[in-house]
């Protein structure tokens, strides 16, 4: 995949995340300047587990986010659509199943909580991906989103913008297994939607009250959102009026 987009190849992007799998987590925290590591604390955090909650960990890749989870007691389960990643993670002592964002394998309202690490970009369609979170999750359950996002001061913006095309695929040569997704990544950041965009489109993808909270001036942001406790109330359809019944 030379070029990213929106409207992406599952199997094409399934294949590439295969390819990085090697090296995926030392790649991430050298790229982000060790940042990975306090995105992954913030996100549990947010999330507010309890002992006992069952947690979906979506886009897991090598569970690294799955067990920062579950250093809260609750009962976590990686969920990934690339074998190679969650292979990659084999020695992580958690759950693992290998499951497509868009027609996940879990029952309607299974999980407390649910979460998703810079994964959301790489679902074909995020609105889809959205409501099948929103129908694991039991109502009243929570969702928090991290992903990268648009720094909120402009001159570091810039700065940064700059980093994700030139400098980032040339860090990723030297120590990623597969450098070229890389680019790929780096242009899926630059075409994500700003942190209002997004939260409007997980309010509108069965979830409500979404906020956020930025992280490193913007390039990350957690937002956070819940499921309804309650299905909205159906008018009832209105009979057809009838005459009373007469006697002769």
């Given at each position: 995949?030379?070029?990213?987009s929106l409207e992406k190849n599952p199997n094409d992007v399934a294949r590439m995340f295969d390819a990085v799998g090697k090296n995926y987590d030392l790649t991430n925290t050298v790229l982000s300047f060790g940042q990975d590591?306090?995105?992954?604390?913030?996100?549990?955090?947010?999330?507010?587990?309890?002992?006992?909650?069952?947690?979906?960990?979506?886009?897991?890749?090598?569970?690294?986010?799955?067990?920062?989870?579950?250093?809260?007691?609750?009962?976590?389960?990686?969920?990934?659509?690339?074998?190679?990643?969650?292979?990659?993670?084999?020695?992580?002592?958690?759950?693992?199943?290998?499951?497509?964002?868009?027609?996940?394998?879990?029952?309607?309202?299974?999980?407390?909580?649910?979460?998703?690490?810079?994964?959301?970009?790489?679902?074909?369609?995020?609105?889809?991906?959205?409501?099948?979170?929103?129908?694991?999750?039991?109502?009243?359950?929570?969702?928090?989103?991290?992903?990268?996002?648009?720094?909120?001061?402009?001159?570091?913006?810039?700065?940064?913008?700059?980093?994700?095309?030139?400098?980032?695929?040339?860090?990723?040569?030297?120590?990623?297994?597969?450098?070229?997704?890389?680019?790929?990544?780096?242009?899926?950041?630059?075409?994500?939607?700003?942190?209002?965009?997004?939260?409007?489109?997980?309010?509108?993808?069965?979830?409500?009250?979404?906020?956020?909270?930025?992280?490193?001036?913007?390039?990350?942001?957690?937002?956070?959102?819940?499921?309804?406790?309650?299905?909205?109330?159906?008018?009832?359809?209105?009979?057809?009026?009838?005459?009373?019944?007469?006697?002769?």
């Amino acid at each position: 995949m030379s070029r990213a987009s929106l409207e992406k190849n599952p199997n094409d992007v399934a294949r590439m995340f295969d390819a990085v799998g090697k090296n995926y987590d030392l790649t991430n925290t050298v790229l982000s300047f060790g940042q990975d590591r306090m995105w992954r604390k913030r996100t549990r955090r947010r999330l507010d587990l309890a002992p006992g909650d069952k947690v979906l960990d979506l886009a897991a890749g090598t569970a690294v986010s799955t067990v920062e989870l579950s250093e809260s007691g609750a009962w976590c389960v990686a969920c990934d659509f690339s074998p190679g990643m969650l292979a990659a993670g084999k020695d992580r002592d958690v759950p693992k199943v290998c499951g497509d964002g868009m027609n996940l394998p879990f029952p309607d309202d299974t999980f407390d909580a649910v979460t998703i690490s810079f994964g959301l970009r790489n679902i074909v369609d995020p609105a889809v991906g959205l409501r099948e979170m929103a129908r694991v999750t039991k109502p009243g359950g929570r969702l928090t989103v991290c992903e990268f996002s648009t720094p909120v001061v402009p001159v570091f913006r810039t700065v940064y913008m700059e980093y994700l095309m030139r400098a980032l695929p040339a860090v990723a040569k030297a120590v990623s297994s597969n450098a070229e997704a890389y680019v790929y990544l780096a242009e899926s950041i630059r075409e994500w939607p700003d942190q209002e965009a997004l939260a409007s489109l997980i309010n509108r993808s069965g979830w409500e009250g979404c906020g956020w909270q930025n992280l490193t001036f913007g390039i990350t942001a957690l937002h956070s959102a819940t499921k309804p406790a309650t299905k909205p109330a159906t008018k009832p359809a209105t009979k057809p009026a009838t005459k009373p019944a007469t006697t002769e």
